[in-house]
């Protein structure tokens, strides 16, 4: 089966632009998760989706970031406006269960 | 709240040397436990996990035991090779904390020819 697509793989952008993030899940995957993971650090959750259902977003910067899962299957993660602190790779992951998640190539962003 | 700690790399090995990567945990409750491996520009991938205490996941050569006395889940492999270099991520999975997965820094492996 197809694993999970995440575009773009690069991304450099100036302080103060917005950026989208877009992720593509297995086929029957219902459940999705954005992380970020820091240079040297595991990925640390930012939300979390059940079907069309954001169940956690607790770690979520939510005056910049914001994201959505139309339709239950595509999601999208966008920031704006970017910061410098900003800069790292954002994992895209889906589960059919709570156990095993798969995880996309990630999107490094880089803000300059 | 739950939390992965594990050894800091990067951890340097000869081709056939013997593999330890520490892992310890705290949970609230009775987590289910997980290595991650990430090669090189690619994601991460489940390597192996285990899903209550005494159990013991494997795969590709690589095991890890769910020791509960010691809150432990410590990655071994008998003998590494060089396609085995890539950064190993402990983790778990807490019904008590949400099923959300915590993940430990990562432990970057390097195996020489």
């Known amino acids: 089966e197809a694993g999970v697509v995440q575009s773009p793989r690069y991304k450099i952008i100036e302080k103060k632009q917005p950026v989208a993030f877009w992720c593509n899940p297995i086929?029957?995957?219902?459940?999705l998760y954005w992380y970020r993971q820091n240079l040297g650090q595991g990925p640390e959750l930012l939300i979390r989706?059940?079907?069309?259902?954001?169940?956690?977003d607790s770690q979520l910067p939510k005056d910049r970031f914001s994201a959505e899962r139309l339709k239950g299957v595509d999601s999208t993660l966008k920031i704006q406006p970017a910061e410098l602190g900003d800069s790292a790779v954002y994992l895209c992951?889906?589960?059919?269960?709570?156990?095993?998640?798969?995880f996309g190539p990630g999107t490094r962003l880089t803000v300059l | 709240g739950d939390s992965v700690t594990q050894m800091e790399g990067p951890v340097t090995l000869s081709e056939e040397a013997f593999l330890t990567i520490n892992c310890t945990y705290t949970?609230?409750?009775?987590?289910?436990l997980f290595w991650y491996v990430q090669y090189p520009g690619e994601g991460l991938q489940l390597l192996l996990k285990?899903?209550?205490?005494?159990d013991k996941g494997s795969n590709k050569g690589f095991e890890a035991t769910y020791r509960k006395e010691t809150t432990s889940f410590h990655l071994e492999k008998g003998s590494v090779q060089v396609s085995d270099s890539a950064v190993y991520f402990c983790?778990?999975?807490?019904?008590?904390?949400?099923?959300?997965?915590?993940f430990g820094a990562g432990t970057r492996l390097f195996v020489k020819a």
């Open positions: 992951a889906s589960s059919r269960t709570y156990n095993e998640q798969f």
């Open positions: 086929s029957g995957h219902n459940t």
């Open positions: 989706y059940e079907n069309e259902e954001a169940v956690d």
């Open positions: 949970a609230t409750g009775y987590p289910s």
């Open positions: 285990a899903t209550k205490a005494d």
């Open positions: 983790a778990l999975s807490d019904q008590d904390g949400g099923f959300k997965t915590i």
